[in-house]
């Protein structure tokens, strides 16, 4: 995998509140060489430019504001960042992937951000979390609840696969990622005890099958995330330098 491991600016949000380019330092110190940016009309030309300065790319960026009613604002920030990926991560209702109506609604609200994007040179993706993963659909070997969505999709809208709450709502990940196939351009690469409430560990560090992960999906940016970390801040950053050590070894292996 030739692109730089990314990290989610969530997984640090509380340490960028406090110190925006001092906590960019220190992952680029880690050894991250990109970002995925979740807060994109804060201060996007500010943003790209002190990663400009650090050396880090933008793999893509979370916009739940694209659902909103004006969605070119957040697009032409999503374009200022420097990447042609904006990541729906919310703003769906969960009932919506329950039933078939739901996903339809679901998948046309999607769809017609793909224009917009499009004439921006961008791609709109979409980012799940278990209860898109969790409902199983019997019309069809029982297949996912993102799986349906997938076929009612436009072409143009990719998928970013939280990994972990892909487990967490009961996939077999590898096998879901190997099934939807190159619609997967993206991966939330984080760990733990497989449950809903307790923290994230370290990358390689849990119960997550990383190594088949990767391998589901070779050409997907990789994204390091800690929804939450048990400890300080310090704490959070040794879990993300063990997280960068661990996919580094992979590489090599």
Known sequence: MSRPLSVQLYSVREQLAADRDGTLRRLADLGYGAVEPYDVLADPKGLRESLDELGLTVSGAHVVQLLGPEPGPVLDAVAALGTD??????????EDFTTHDGLARAADRLNGLADAAA????????????????????DRAGRHAVEVLAELLDPAIFLEVDTYWAAVGGADVPALL?????RVRALHLK?????????NVAVGGGTMPVPEILAAAPNAWRVV?????????????????????????????
């Open 119 to 138: 004439q921006r040179d961008l791609c709109v993706g979409y980012h799940n979390h278990w209860w898109e993963i969790e409902p199983r659909f019997e």
């Open 178 to 182: 190997r099934r939807l196939g190159g």
């Open 191 to 199: 760990d733990g005890p497989g449950t809903k409430d307790d923290p």
């Open 85 to 94: 990926l904006a990541i729906v991560p919310a703003g769906i209702p969960p």
């Open 225 to 253: 995330e800690f929804d939450s970390c048990a400890g300080d801040a310090d704490a959070l950053f040794d879990e993300l330098g063990a997280s960068r050590s661990y996919m580094t070894s992979l590489e090599a292996a």
